[in-house]
Protein backbone atom coordinates (compact mmCIF):
# COMPACT_ATOMS: atom_id res chain seq x y z
CA UNK A 1 0.00 0.00 0.00
CA UNK A 2 1.13 3.43 -1.21
CA UNK A 3 2.35 5.56 2.04
CA UNK A 4 3.11 8.92 1.51
CA UNK A 5 6.98 9.89 2.13
CA UNK A 6 7.85 12.33 5.11
CA UNK A 7 9.95 14.71 2.75
CA UNK A 8 7.19 14.89 -0.21
CA UNK A 9 4.89 15.61 2.46
CA UNK A 10 6.69 18.36 4.12
CA UNK A 11 6.94 20.01 0.43
CA UNK A 12 2.56 19.52 0.28
CA UNK A 13 2.58 21.31 3.66
CA UNK A 14 5.06 23.65 2.63
CA UNK A 15 2.48 24.78 -0.18
CA UNK A 16 -0.59 24.30 2.05
CA UNK A 17 0.76 26.42 4.16
CA UNK A 18 1.47 29.30 1.55
CA UNK A 19 -1.99 29.15 0.04
CA UNK A 20 -3.33 30.09 3.81
CA UNK A 21 -1.36 32.59 4.32
CA UNK A 22 -2.22 33.86 0.63
CA UNK A 23 -5.42 33.94 2.14
CA UNK A 24 -4.93 35.86 5.42
CA UNK A 25 -5.15 33.35 7.42
CA UNK A 26 -2.14 34.73 10.40
CA UNK A 27 -3.20 32.60 13.52
CA UNK A 28 -3.31 35.80 15.44
CA UNK A 29 -3.97 35.86 18.95
CA UNK A 30 -2.36 31.78 19.05
CA UNK A 31 0.04 31.32 20.92
CA UNK A 32 3.20 28.57 20.37
CA UNK A 33 1.51 26.36 22.76
CA UNK A 34 -1.64 26.53 21.34
CA UNK A 35 -3.56 23.71 20.27
CA UNK A 36 -3.83 23.63 16.84
CA UNK A 37 -6.79 21.79 15.04
CA UNK A 38 -8.00 21.30 11.33
CA UNK A 39 -11.66 21.20 10.49
CA UNK A 40 -13.03 19.93 7.31
CA UNK A 41 -16.11 21.78 7.11
CA UNK A 42 -15.86 25.09 7.41
CA UNK A 43 -18.94 27.90 8.00
CA UNK A 44 -20.53 28.89 5.21
CA UNK A 45 -23.44 31.53 6.59
CA UNK A 46 -21.18 34.08 8.52
CA UNK A 47 -21.92 32.50 11.85
CA UNK A 48 -26.01 32.72 11.27
CA UNK A 49 -26.94 30.94 14.38
CA UNK A 50 -29.74 29.34 12.41
CA UNK A 51 -27.82 27.60 10.37
CA UNK A 52 -25.30 24.97 10.34
CA UNK A 53 -22.50 26.90 11.23
CA UNK A 54 -24.12 26.80 14.38
CA UNK A 55 -22.88 23.05 15.16
CA UNK A 56 -19.23 24.54 14.53
CA UNK A 57 -19.44 26.21 17.63
CA UNK A 58 -20.93 23.58 19.57
CA UNK A 59 -18.16 20.97 18.60
CA UNK A 60 -15.50 23.60 19.75
CA UNK A 61 -17.26 24.03 22.91
CA UNK A 62 -18.09 27.73 22.16
CA UNK A 63 -21.40 27.53 22.57
CA UNK A 64 -24.44 25.29 24.42
CA UNK A 65 -28.21 24.68 24.62
CA UNK A 66 -30.82 24.19 27.23
CA UNK A 67 -30.06 20.33 27.03
CA UNK A 68 -27.45 18.12 26.49
CA UNK A 69 -27.92 14.58 24.65
CA UNK A 70 -26.42 11.36 24.00
CA UNK A 71 -27.10 8.42 21.85
CA UNK A 72 -29.87 6.76 24.66
CA UNK A 73 -32.28 8.74 23.26
CA UNK A 74 -32.71 11.17 26.32
CA UNK A 75 -32.13 14.71 26.80
CA UNK A 76 -29.51 15.83 30.38
CA UNK A 77 -28.50 18.72 31.78
CA UNK A 78 -27.46 21.45 29.39
CA UNK A 79 -27.83 25.10 30.21
CA UNK A 80 -30.87 24.10 31.84
CA UNK A 81 -30.72 22.00 35.10
CA UNK A 82 -34.29 21.03 35.07
CA UNK A 83 -37.55 20.78 32.74
CA UNK A 84 -40.94 20.00 32.83
CA UNK A 85 -44.09 19.99 30.67
CA UNK A 86 -46.64 22.28 31.80
CA UNK A 87 -49.42 21.42 29.43
CA UNK A 88 -49.45 19.62 26.02
CA UNK A 89 -47.70 21.66 24.03
CA UNK A 90 -45.84 24.20 26.64
CA UNK A 91 -42.59 23.28 28.45
CA UNK A 92 -40.74 24.78 31.17
CA UNK A 93 -36.97 24.99 31.24
CA UNK A 94 -34.99 26.12 34.60
CA UNK A 95 -31.62 27.65 34.21
CA UNK A 96 -28.31 26.57 35.95
CA UNK A 97 -27.37 29.77 37.89
CA UNK A 98 -24.24 29.32 37.63
CA UNK A 99 -23.92 30.01 33.99
CA UNK A 100 -22.51 33.26 32.14
CA UNK A 101 -21.79 34.14 29.10
CA UNK A 102 -18.17 34.72 27.75
CA UNK A 103 -18.56 38.92 28.31
CA UNK A 104 -19.29 37.76 32.04
CA UNK A 105 -23.00 38.65 31.98
CA UNK A 106 -25.52 36.59 33.85
CA UNK A 107 -27.27 33.70 31.16
CA UNK A 108 -30.72 34.88 31.45
CA UNK A 109 -34.28 33.68 30.64
CA UNK A 110 -35.02 36.55 28.56
CA UNK A 111 -31.18 35.78 26.73
CA UNK A 112 -32.75 32.27 26.20
CA UNK A 113 -36.13 33.27 25.08
CA UNK A 114 -34.78 35.30 22.28
CA UNK A 115 -32.12 32.70 21.14
CA UNK A 116 -34.77 30.29 20.48
CA UNK A 117 -37.33 32.95 18.98
CA UNK A 118 -34.47 33.96 16.83
CA UNK A 119 -33.69 30.38 15.73
CA UNK A 120 -37.42 29.37 14.75
CA UNK A 121 -38.73 32.66 13.21
CA UNK A 122 -35.75 32.67 10.81
CA UNK A 123 -36.73 32.22 7.25
CA UNK A 124 -35.02 29.03 6.94
CA UNK A 125 -35.42 27.56 11.00
CA UNK A 126 -33.46 24.66 12.10
CA UNK A 127 -34.84 21.20 11.14
CA UNK A 128 -35.38 20.71 14.49
CA UNK A 129 -37.24 23.33 15.10
CA UNK A 130 -39.41 23.18 11.97
CA UNK A 131 -43.39 23.62 12.14
CA UNK A 132 -42.83 22.26 15.61
CA UNK A 133 -41.78 24.99 18.23
CA UNK A 134 -44.04 28.31 17.82
CA UNK A 135 -41.90 30.71 20.62
CA UNK A 136 -40.61 31.06 23.80
CA UNK A 137 -40.92 33.70 26.68
CA UNK A 138 -39.00 34.23 29.69
CA UNK A 139 -40.75 33.98 33.02
CA UNK A 140 -38.08 34.87 35.18
CA UNK A 141 -34.32 35.73 35.30
CA UNK A 142 -34.41 31.32 35.28
CA UNK A 143 -37.00 30.23 33.99
CA UNK A 144 -38.11 30.38 30.10
CA UNK A 145 -41.16 28.31 28.53
CA UNK A 146 -41.06 27.21 25.41
CA UNK A 147 -44.75 27.06 23.07
CA UNK A 148 -44.71 23.99 20.44
CA UNK A 149 -47.53 23.85 17.41
CA UNK A 150 -48.85 20.37 18.44
CA UNK A 151 -48.17 18.29 20.93
CA UNK A 152 -44.50 17.13 21.10
CA UNK A 153 -43.00 14.16 23.22
CA UNK A 154 -39.40 15.17 22.18
CA UNK A 155 -39.09 18.86 22.89
CA UNK A 156 -36.23 18.89 25.33
CA UNK A 157 -34.30 16.58 22.54
CA UNK A 158 -34.86 19.59 20.45
CA UNK A 159 -33.67 22.00 22.76
CA UNK A 160 -30.07 20.00 22.28
CA UNK A 161 -30.23 21.40 18.16
CA UNK A 162 -26.90 23.46 17.47
CA UNK A 163 -29.49 26.06 16.12
CA UNK A 164 -31.19 27.25 19.76
CA UNK A 165 -27.45 27.53 20.98
CA UNK A 166 -28.36 30.74 24.07
CA UNK A 167 -26.13 33.65 23.12
CA UNK A 168 -25.54 36.83 24.78
CA UNK A 169 -28.15 39.14 23.07
CA UNK A 170 -25.28 41.97 23.31
CA UNK A 171 -23.05 39.54 20.91
CA UNK A 172 -26.21 39.88 18.48
CA UNK A 173 -25.01 42.42 15.30
CA UNK A 174 -27.88 44.48 13.51
CA UNK A 175 -28.10 41.77 10.82
CA UNK A 176 -28.99 39.13 13.09
CA UNK A 177 -25.61 37.05 12.93
CA UNK A 178 -23.53 36.66 15.71
CA UNK A 179 -20.49 38.63 16.71
CA UNK A 180 -17.87 35.88 18.12
CA UNK A 181 -15.54 38.02 19.54
CA UNK A 182 -17.92 39.85 21.75
CA UNK A 183 -18.30 37.16 24.65
CA UNK A 184 -21.38 35.59 22.29
CA UNK A 185 -21.05 31.63 24.02
CA UNK A 186 -21.28 30.40 27.49
CA UNK A 187 -18.77 26.94 26.84
CA UNK A 188 -15.63 26.29 28.54
CA UNK A 189 -13.92 28.29 25.28
CA UNK A 190 -13.94 31.26 24.24
CA UNK A 191 -13.42 33.32 20.80
CA UNK A 192 -10.63 36.07 20.73
CA UNK A 193 -10.03 36.12 17.09
CA UNK A 194 -11.56 35.14 13.78
CA UNK A 195 -10.53 35.21 10.55
CA UNK A 196 -13.69 34.60 8.60
CA UNK A 197 -13.96 31.02 6.99
CA UNK A 198 -10.34 30.62 7.11
CA UNK A 199 -9.69 30.15 11.55
CA UNK A 200 -10.74 31.36 14.54
CA UNK A 201 -8.69 31.58 18.06
CA UNK A 202 -9.85 30.50 21.27
CA UNK A 203 -9.02 30.46 24.71
CA UNK A 204 -9.71 28.80 28.27
CA UNK A 205 -12.53 30.67 29.32
CA UNK A 206 -12.02 30.53 33.00
CA UNK A 207 -15.38 31.88 33.95
CA UNK A 208 -16.75 28.39 32.77
CA UNK A 209 -19.49 26.91 35.53
CA UNK A 210 -17.87 23.13 34.74
CA UNK A 211 -14.69 21.53 34.74
CA UNK A 212 -11.53 23.83 33.83
CA UNK A 213 -10.51 23.36 30.36
CA UNK A 214 -6.93 21.28 29.74
CA UNK A 215 -5.57 23.50 27.55
CA UNK A 216 -5.12 27.62 27.86
CA UNK A 217 -5.23 28.53 23.79
CA UNK A 218 -6.53 26.80 20.81
CA UNK A 219 -5.95 27.92 17.29
CA UNK A 220 -8.77 26.08 14.59
CA UNK A 221 -8.00 26.38 11.39
CA UNK A 222 -10.81 25.14 8.22
CA UNK A 223 -9.36 23.03 5.63
CA UNK A 224 -11.67 20.94 3.75
CA UNK A 225 -8.80 19.19 1.39
CA UNK A 226 -8.89 15.68 3.38
CA UNK A 227 -5.56 15.43 2.34
CA UNK A 228 -4.19 18.86 3.42
CA UNK A 229 -5.43 18.12 6.88
CA UNK A 230 -3.65 14.46 7.01
CA UNK A 231 -0.33 15.95 5.75
CA UNK A 232 -0.75 18.84 8.11
CA UNK A 233 -0.78 16.51 11.15
CA UNK A 234 1.94 14.10 9.73
CA UNK A 235 3.74 16.97 8.96
CA UNK A 236 3.47 18.58 12.98
CA UNK A 237 1.69 21.34 11.75
CA UNK A 238 -1.78 20.38 13.63
CA UNK A 239 -2.19 18.59 16.48
CA UNK A 240 -5.74 17.53 15.86
CA UNK A 241 -7.79 17.04 12.76
CA UNK A 242 -11.58 15.49 12.00
CA UNK A 243 -12.99 13.28 9.00
CA UNK A 244 -9.92 11.38 8.30
CA UNK A 245 -11.05 9.55 4.93
CA UNK A 246 -10.79 5.66 4.27
CA UNK A 247 -7.94 5.84 1.95
CA UNK A 248 -5.80 7.87 4.35
CA UNK A 249 -6.08 6.23 7.53
CA UNK A 250 -3.05 3.88 7.20
CA UNK A 251 -0.44 6.42 6.96
CA UNK A 252 -1.98 7.67 9.92
CA UNK A 253 -2.28 4.58 11.84
CA UNK A 254 1.38 3.32 10.81
CA UNK A 255 2.73 6.27 12.09
CA UNK A 256 3.68 6.16 16.15
CA UNK A 257 4.11 9.30 16.87
CA UNK A 258 -0.21 9.81 15.92
CA UNK A 259 -3.21 8.39 16.84
CA UNK A 260 -6.52 7.50 15.65
CA UNK A 261 -9.85 7.91 17.69
CA UNK A 262 -13.05 5.99 16.21
CA UNK A 263 -16.91 5.33 16.57
CA UNK A 264 -19.55 4.42 15.11
CA UNK A 265 -21.50 6.61 13.78
CA UNK A 266 -25.76 6.91 12.99
CA UNK A 267 -24.76 7.85 9.42
CA UNK A 268 -25.80 5.48 6.60
CA UNK A 269 -24.28 5.90 2.75
CA UNK A 270 -26.80 4.18 0.86
CA UNK A 271 -27.97 3.70 -2.92
CA UNK A 272 -30.90 5.96 -2.98
CA UNK A 273 -33.08 4.48 -5.95
CA UNK A 274 -35.92 6.73 -7.55
CA UNK A 275 -38.91 4.06 -6.64
CA UNK A 276 -41.73 6.46 -8.20
CA UNK A 277 -40.32 6.21 -12.28
CA UNK A 278 -37.68 4.91 -14.47
CA UNK A 279 -36.20 1.28 -13.85
CA UNK A 280 -36.68 1.10 -10.46
CA UNK A 281 -40.23 1.65 -9.97
CA UNK A 282 -40.47 -1.98 -10.34
CA UNK A 283 -39.77 -3.51 -7.01
CA UNK A 284 -37.93 -7.07 -9.13
CA UNK A 285 -35.63 -4.16 -10.77
CA UNK A 286 -34.69 -2.54 -7.32
CA UNK A 287 -34.54 -6.74 -5.86
CA UNK A 288 -31.92 -7.22 -8.93
CA UNK A 289 -30.17 -4.12 -7.19
CA UNK A 290 -29.47 -5.56 -4.02
CA UNK A 291 -28.72 -8.47 -5.18
CA UNK A 292 -26.03 -7.50 -7.01
CA UNK A 293 -24.21 -5.83 -4.28
CA UNK A 294 -21.56 -7.03 -2.58
CA UNK A 295 -22.29 -4.99 0.23
CA UNK A 296 -19.73 -6.12 2.93
CA UNK A 297 -16.82 -6.78 -0.15
CA UNK A 298 -17.12 -2.91 -0.68
CA UNK A 299 -16.54 -2.14 2.83
CA UNK A 300 -13.34 -4.22 2.72
CA UNK A 301 -11.85 -3.55 -0.95
CA UNK A 302 -13.58 0.18 -1.51
CA UNK A 303 -13.09 1.51 2.46
CA UNK A 304 -10.48 -0.76 3.68
CA UNK A 305 -12.47 -2.39 6.52
CA UNK A 306 -12.96 1.18 8.02
CA UNK A 307 -17.28 0.98 8.18
CA UNK A 308 -19.98 -1.80 9.13
CA UNK A 309 -21.82 -3.12 5.91
CA UNK A 310 -25.42 -2.51 6.19
CA UNK A 311 -28.34 -4.61 5.94
CA UNK A 312 -30.77 -1.96 7.37
CA UNK A 313 -30.86 1.84 7.56
CA UNK A 314 -30.79 1.69 11.32
CA UNK A 315 -27.20 0.32 12.78
CA UNK A 316 -25.03 -0.48 15.58
CA UNK A 317 -24.55 3.55 16.73
CA UNK A 318 -28.08 3.17 18.64
CA UNK A 319 -29.31 0.46 20.88
CA UNK A 320 -32.01 -0.03 18.45
CA UNK A 321 -30.21 -0.66 15.29
CA UNK A 322 -29.78 -3.57 13.07
CA UNK A 323 -26.21 -5.75 13.82
CA UNK A 324 -26.89 -7.97 11.41
CA UNK A 325 -24.83 -8.41 8.54
CA UNK A 326 -25.93 -8.24 5.05
CA UNK A 327 -26.36 -11.24 2.91
CA UNK A 328 -23.96 -12.26 0.24
CA UNK A 329 -24.16 -11.20 -3.54
CA UNK A 330 -25.39 -13.10 -6.12
CA UNK A 331 -25.41 -11.57 -9.47
CA UNK A 332 -26.54 -14.49 -11.07
CA UNK A 333 -29.87 -14.30 -9.80
CA UNK A 334 -29.88 -10.70 -10.08
CA UNK A 335 -29.06 -10.85 -13.88
CA UNK A 336 -32.28 -13.38 -14.08
CA UNK A 337 -34.86 -11.15 -12.04
CA UNK A 338 -33.49 -8.08 -14.17
CA UNK A 339 -34.07 -10.08 -17.39
CA UNK A 340 -37.34 -10.66 -16.08
CA UNK A 341 -38.36 -7.67 -15.53
CA UNK A 342 -36.82 -5.70 -18.38
CA UNK A 343 -36.42 -8.30 -21.01
CA UNK A 344 -33.43 -8.79 -22.39
CA UNK A 345 -30.42 -6.17 -22.90
CA UNK A 346 -28.90 -4.17 -21.01
CA UNK A 347 -30.85 -1.79 -18.91
CA UNK A 348 -29.44 2.02 -18.84
CA UNK A 349 -29.33 3.62 -14.99
CA UNK A 350 -27.95 7.10 -14.50
CA UNK A 351 -26.33 6.60 -11.01
CA UNK A 352 -25.05 10.10 -9.03
CA UNK A 353 -22.65 10.61 -6.15
CA UNK A 354 -20.71 13.66 -4.85
CA UNK A 355 -17.08 14.70 -3.83
CA UNK A 356 -17.56 16.62 -0.65
CA UNK A 357 -17.35 12.85 1.17
CA UNK A 358 -13.81 11.94 -0.22
CA UNK A 359 -14.74 8.33 -0.45
CA UNK A 360 -18.26 8.24 -2.27
CA UNK A 361 -16.90 8.88 -6.19
CA UNK A 362 -15.05 5.34 -5.20
CA UNK A 363 -18.03 3.75 -3.70
CA UNK A 364 -20.07 4.83 -6.90
CA UNK A 365 -17.38 3.34 -9.27
CA UNK A 366 -17.79 -0.01 -7.39
CA UNK A 367 -21.70 0.38 -7.39
CA UNK A 368 -21.76 0.36 -10.53
CA UNK A 369 -19.04 -2.12 -11.42
CA UNK A 370 -21.11 -4.61 -9.76
CA UNK A 371 -24.67 -3.56 -10.97
CA UNK A 372 -23.06 -3.54 -14.68
CA UNK A 373 -22.42 -7.79 -14.29
CA UNK A 374 -26.24 -7.89 -13.29
CA UNK A 375 -26.84 -6.26 -16.66
CA UNK A 376 -27.77 -2.32 -15.96
CA UNK A 377 -25.70 -0.11 -18.15
CA UNK A 378 -24.99 2.75 -15.59
CA UNK A 379 -24.03 5.83 -16.54
CA UNK A 380 -22.28 8.06 -13.39
CA UNK A 381 -22.63 11.74 -12.74
CA UNK A 382 -20.37 13.54 -10.23
CA UNK A 383 -21.45 16.70 -8.35
CA UNK A 384 -21.10 18.49 -5.46
CA UNK A 385 -24.26 17.58 -3.09
CA UNK A 386 -26.41 20.79 -3.67
CA UNK A 387 -26.63 20.48 -7.35
CA UNK A 388 -26.85 17.07 -7.34
CA UNK A 389 -29.99 16.92 -4.87
CA UNK A 390 -31.99 18.84 -7.33
CA UNK A 391 -31.57 16.13 -9.89
CA UNK A 392 -32.16 12.87 -7.56
CA UNK A 393 -35.25 14.85 -5.82
CA UNK A 394 -36.89 16.02 -9.25
CA UNK A 395 -36.43 12.27 -10.53
CA UNK A 396 -34.03 13.37 -12.93
CA UNK A 397 -31.52 10.46 -11.68
CA UNK A 398 -32.47 7.12 -11.62
CA UNK A 399 -30.14 6.54 -8.07
CA UNK A 400 -27.73 8.15 -5.86
CA UNK A 401 -25.06 7.31 -3.18
CA UNK A 402 -25.62 9.44 -0.75
CA UNK A 403 -24.36 9.78 2.89
CA UNK A 404 -27.29 10.51 5.54
CA UNK A 405 -27.51 11.15 9.27
CA UNK A 406 -30.37 9.19 10.95
CA UNK A 407 -30.08 11.37 14.17
CA UNK A 408 -30.53 14.64 12.24
CA UNK A 409 -29.52 17.30 14.51
CA UNK A 410 -31.34 15.31 17.65
CA UNK A 411 -30.68 11.50 19.01
CA UNK A 412 -33.84 10.63 17.88
CA UNK A 413 -34.95 9.18 14.34
CA UNK A 414 -38.50 10.47 13.46
CA UNK A 415 -37.46 13.28 12.04
CA UNK A 416 -35.14 11.50 9.43
CA UNK A 417 -38.52 9.35 9.01
CA UNK A 418 -40.66 12.11 8.07
CA UNK A 419 -38.37 14.00 6.03
CA UNK A 420 -36.67 10.93 4.04
CA UNK A 421 -39.49 8.73 3.83
CA UNK A 422 -42.61 9.48 3.98
CA UNK A 423 -45.02 10.82 1.26
CA UNK A 424 -44.53 14.33 1.58
CA UNK A 425 -41.01 13.99 2.81
CA UNK A 426 -38.77 17.20 2.20
CA UNK A 427 -35.83 15.24 1.39
CA UNK A 428 -37.24 11.86 0.27
CA UNK A 429 -34.26 10.95 -2.15
CA UNK A 430 -36.12 7.56 -3.10
CA UNK A 431 -39.60 9.14 -3.94
CA UNK A 432 -40.70 6.37 -1.38
CA UNK A 433 -44.48 6.35 -0.38
CA UNK A 434 -46.47 3.76 1.67
CA UNK A 435 -48.78 4.49 3.49
CA UNK A 436 -47.75 2.11 6.24
CA UNK A 437 -44.59 3.66 7.06
CA UNK A 438 -46.58 7.02 7.11
CA UNK A 439 -49.04 6.09 9.91
CA UNK A 440 -46.13 4.36 11.64
CA UNK A 441 -44.65 7.58 11.68
CA UNK A 442 -47.61 9.46 12.62
CA UNK A 443 -47.83 7.32 16.00
CA UNK A 444 -44.57 8.56 17.27
CA UNK A 445 -46.20 12.53 17.63
CA UNK A 446 -48.06 10.35 20.82
CA UNK A 447 -45.06 8.22 22.13
CA UNK A 448 -42.79 9.40 24.68
CA UNK A 449 -41.49 6.19 25.91
CA UNK A 450 -37.70 6.07 24.53
CA UNK A 451 -38.36 2.19 24.48
CA UNK A 452 -41.47 2.44 22.34
CA UNK A 453 -40.52 4.85 20.06
CA UNK A 454 -37.41 2.38 19.68
CA UNK A 455 -39.27 -0.12 19.02
CA UNK A 456 -41.70 2.03 16.02
CA UNK A 457 -38.38 3.07 14.52
CA UNK A 458 -37.48 -0.76 13.99
CA UNK A 459 -40.41 -1.97 12.21
CA UNK A 460 -39.81 1.39 10.04
CA UNK A 461 -36.33 0.08 9.55
CA UNK A 462 -38.14 -3.63 8.45
CA UNK A 463 -40.98 -2.24 6.11
CA UNK A 464 -38.52 0.12 3.91
CA UNK A 465 -35.86 -3.16 3.86
CA UNK A 466 -39.05 -4.92 2.73
CA UNK A 467 -40.49 -2.79 0.05
CA UNK A 468 -36.69 -1.96 -0.83
CA UNK A 469 -36.74 1.82 -0.35
CA UNK A 470 -33.10 2.06 -0.96
CA UNK A 471 -30.28 -0.03 -0.52
CA UNK A 472 -28.32 0.64 2.94
CA UNK A 473 -24.41 0.28 1.81
CA UNK A 474 -22.86 0.72 5.10
CA UNK A 475 -22.59 2.63 8.31
CA UNK A 476 -20.33 5.31 8.32
CA UNK A 477 -17.71 5.48 11.07
CA UNK A 478 -15.85 8.91 12.52
CA UNK A 479 -12.33 8.75 12.61
CA UNK A 480 -10.51 11.74 14.56
CA UNK A 481 -6.66 11.46 14.15
CA UNK A 482 -4.18 13.61 16.73
CA UNK A 483 -0.45 13.74 17.78
CA UNK A 484 0.84 11.62 20.70
CA UNK A 485 0.84 14.65 22.86
CA UNK A 486 -2.78 15.28 22.32
CA UNK A 487 -4.12 13.33 25.70
CA UNK A 488 -8.17 13.05 25.91
CA UNK A 489 -9.48 13.52 22.55
CA UNK A 490 -13.06 10.98 22.11
CA UNK A 491 -14.61 10.31 19.04
CA UNK A 492 -18.63 11.02 19.49
CA UNK A 493 -21.16 9.59 17.83
CA UNK A 494 -23.25 12.65 17.55
CA UNK A 495 -20.63 14.53 16.31
CA UNK A 496 -21.33 17.36 18.39
CA UNK A 497 -18.32 17.51 20.38
CA UNK A 498 -14.76 17.65 19.56
CA UNK A 499 -12.95 19.99 21.84
CA UNK A 500 -14.34 19.25 25.20
CA UNK A 501 -12.43 20.55 28.70
CA UNK A 502 -10.95 16.84 28.81
CA UNK A 503 -8.61 17.39 26.16
CA UNK A 504 -5.11 18.50 27.30
CA UNK A 505 -1.82 19.12 25.56
CA UNK A 506 1.51 17.57 26.93
Known sequence: MHTLRRG?????????????????????????????????????????????????????????????????????????????????????????AGARFHSGAPVTAQAAAE?????????????????????????????VVVRTARPDPILPLRMSAAGTAVLDPAAIRPDGRVDLTAGAGTGPFEVVGSDGERGLQLRRFDGYRGARAGVAQVDVRF??????????????????????????????????????????????????????????ADQRVREAARLALDRAGLVDGVLRGTATAAARYFGPAVPWGSRTPPPPADPE??????????????????????????????????????????????????????????????????????????????????????????????????????PELDALVERLRSVDDPAARAEIFRRAD?????????????????????SARVQGVRADPLERSLLTPEVTLR
Not at 45 to 58: C, F, K, R
Not at 233 to 239: A, K, M, T, Y
Not at 249 to 264: K, T
Not at 399 to 427: E, H, M, N
Open 462 to 482: ELLAERIAGIPLFHEKQHLAH
Open 223 to 280: VEDAAARVNGLRGGEFDLIDNVPAARLDPVREDPELAVAEAELPRTTALHLNTAGGPF
Open 333 to 434: QARRLLTEATGPGAEPITLGTYPERPDLPAVATAVADELGEAGFDVRIVQEPADRLEPKILSGELDAVVYSRSYLVDIPDAAGYLQSDFTCGGGFNLDHFCD
Open 8 to 96: WAAIVLTAVAALLAGCGFSGAGAGPDALRIAIGIPPRSGWDPASDDALILVRLGVTETLTDVTTDGRAHPGLAESWAQESPQRWRFTLD
Open 115 to 143: SINRAAGDVAPPRALRGVVEGAEALDDRT
